[in-house]
């Protein structure tokens, strides 16, 4: 059952502390997404990665970083979160870097920082 | 700059009638069209999808409407059913977005039995 997992699937954190939102996908693609969602501003791209070590900024990149060191794998790191970084992320994967590939979602991260 | 927007925000149509379901965007090289539907306190998953080639795309009971003059589209959702009440998102991209879609806001759809 190919499928993209994400790591938690809820978490508190109080303001300054460091966050790790964990993403996997078993479809050996090539492209991984981080998107945050809040209420009326649909889903907001954060960071792409085309591949191991190739990651490019997206729309709203400041206060985040990423790392991928395995093609399976795509983290999302909040150094020192701040209140307004509250939000559900998701994680999404798509077989390659195509304008018409279509995206699959993990199942999200609820973040709430205090 | 908002590149994609959707209208209206929210709508409520009976079931059995068509629910109709606006786009619209402002970069005239986008050429690929996905939406996207969200259940609550699920994942986005791709519904249907068109690119300017064509301006209708039909899956069963779903069917995009496009206007590459106008810059508009529309899905139009025949025979509305309750299980049809989701979140619907329409979404672009083009050859210089490198593979990044952009989504509108959302329409939130609720069909009444």
């Known amino acids: 059952d190919m499928k993209v997992t994400q790591m938690p699937r809820y978490l508190i954190k109080r303001m300054g502390e460091n966050v790790l939102l964990e993403c996997g996908q078993d479809?050996?693609?090539?492209?991984m997404y981080w998107y945050r969602q809040d209420p009326g501003l649909g889903l907001q791209l954060i960071y792409i990665?085309?591949?191991?070590?190739?990651?490019s900024e997206g729309d709203i990149p400041k206060g985040y970083r990423v790392s991928r060191k395995k093609r399976e794998h795509f983290s999302l790191i909040l150094d020192s979160a701040k209140t307004n970084q509250t939000s559900v992320y998701f994680c999404?994967?798509?077989?390659?870097?195509?304008?018409?590939?279509?995206?699959?979602f993990g199942p999200g991260t609820r973040l709430t920082v205090l | 700059q908002q590149q994609v927007r959707q209208s209206p925000q929210s709508l409520t149509v009976w079931e059995g009638e068509t629910a109709i379901l606006n786009c619209s965007y402002e970069?005239?090289?986008?050429?690929?069209f996905p939406w996207y539907w969200q259940f609550p306190r699920e994942s986005p998953a791709l519904l249907i999808a068109?690119?300017?080639?064509?301006n209708k795309k039909e899956d069963g009971r779903f069917t995009i409407f496009f206007n590459k003059r106008e810059k508009k589209l529309s899905l139009h959702i025949t025979d509305s059913q309750p299980g049809d009440s989701a979140t619907y998102f329409c979404?672009?991209?083009?050859?210089?977005?490198?593979?990044?879609?952009?989504f509108g806001q959302g329409t939130k759809l609720s069909i009444k039995p």
């Open positions: 999404a994967s798509s077989l390659r870097l195509n304008n018409y590939a279509e995206q699959f």
């Open positions: 479809m050996s693609h090539e492209t």
């Open positions: 990665s085309y591949d191991v070590d190739s990651n």
């Open positions: 970069d005239s090289t986008f050429d690929y």
């Open positions: 068109i690119r300017p080639v064509s």
């Open positions: 979404a672009a991209s083009g050859n210089y977005n490198q593979g990044k879609l952009i």
